[in-house]
């Protein structure tokens, strides 16, 4: 179990093919700090981006999101400006992010 001051580590995926709508550029300058503005007052530490080397079926990028703790991840995900965050998926892709947290090994 986590303790209260420890980072949790969320991973949101998104999974598909080469063929599959997926605006890198607009993530990158416009989604990811949409998301930094909307969590960072919750405790949202970093948010970076990852996108394979080959094109091919499967995860097409990862978008690892860092909080301050257990805390900070429940006010953010409650958060109204989460709406907001949701509601801009649909700028740069048509699929739906999967969201896994990390844990300590």
Request: aromatic share 12%; proline share 6%.
């Given at each position: ?8 580590v969320?991973?949101?995926?998104y999974v598909g ?10 993530y990158?300058?416009s989604?990811?700090?949409l ?5 960072q ?14 094109d ?5 990028a ?7 703790d ?11 400006e ?18 896994a ?5």
């Amino acid at each position: 179990m986590n303790n209260s001051t420890t980072p949790v580590v969320v991973y949101v995926t998104y999974v598909g093919t080469p063929q599959t709508r997926f605006d890198r550029n607009y993530y990158v300058t416009s989604h990811l700090p949409l998301v930094t503005q909307a969590w960072q007052l919750y405790g949202l530490l970093s948010v970076s981006a990852f996108f394979p080397a080959l094109d091919r079926a499967g995860t097409i990028a990862i978008c690892e999101c860092v909080f301050r703790d257990d805390a900070a991840l429940e006010a953010a995900f409650a958060a109204p400006e989460s709406a907001e965050v949701m509601a801009d998926v649909a700028n740069f892709t048509d699929l739906s992010p999967l969201r896994a947290r990390a844990v300590e090994l």
